[in-house]
């Protein structure tokens, strides 16, 4: 599948369960035509989560959906995937989205559905592997660089296809703090490259290969 960079404006759907900075830098550079695409629809899975605060201020459709507004098994995945077509998402972003997927939302939007990791995949991933743990799992194994790692979503937790990275030196006086603030600036700007390489329609994918068409 070749992303539709020649559809314009490119639409952006964001889960999000958290503060939302991601969700922030990927607005302003929206609006700042840095990123040619706009934030079509924002989900978060808890409804005081500062990511549906920050879709609010910006006027985007903001949307609580969780397990407790959506209880029957296989609601809340529908739900997901109603209110990203409802606004014609083109690629769906996951920035902090701490939930798996479900299958209907994995299927109808298969390749086109991307999550951002604050580490190196494949290591430093998987279950159990989110916010300052990542950062202090890095700085226990001593390894002398972390990164950011933008990647294609599927059923399993940080598993999908590599779509890019970016290395972040660790330096010895790093704590889980000070690592995690530097690598979500690159989180920052890795999310807004790769959102372009497919608003632009670079980014080749077959049999579940990502390939950057220069
Ligand atoms: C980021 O570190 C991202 O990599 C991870 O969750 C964090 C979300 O931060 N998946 P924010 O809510 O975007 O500030």
């Known amino acids: ?95 902090g989205y701490m939930k798996k997927l479900g299958p209907v939302t994995l299927s109808v939007y298969a390749d086109r559905i991307l999550n951002i990791h604050p580490a190196l995949l494949p290591e430093f991933g998987g279950k159990g592997m989110y916010g300052e743990r990542v950062h202090q799992a890095v700085i226990d194994s001593g390894a002398k660089q972390s990164g950011v790692t933008v990647h294609l979503v599927d059923e399993e937790y940080d598993q999908g296809p590599i779509v890019a990275q970016k290395v972040v030196d660790v330096t010895p006086q790093d704590t889980a703090q000070s690592l995690a603030a530097r690598v979500l600036e690159i989180e920052h700007e890795l999310y807004a490259e790769v959102i372009t390489l497919f608003a632009r329609g670079r980014v080749k994918i077959q049999a579940r290969k990502v390939e950057i068409i220069s």
């Open 1 to 95: 599948m070749v992303s539709p960079g020649h559809f314009s404006p490119y639409r952006l759907g964001v889960l999000a369960s958290g503060g939302g900075t991601n969700l922030q830098a990927i607005l302003d550079k929206c609006d700042s035509v840095e990123i040619p695409a706009s934030v079509a629809v924002v989900v978060g899975n808890n409804s005081g989560c500062g990511a549906l605060a920050r879709a609010r201020k910006a006027g985007v459709p903001a949307f609580h959906l969780s397990e407790y507004t959506h209880k029957a098994p296989g609601a809340l995945d529908r739900a997901i995937c109603e209110a990203m077509e409802l606004h014609e998402v083109d690629l769906i972003l996951l920035a």
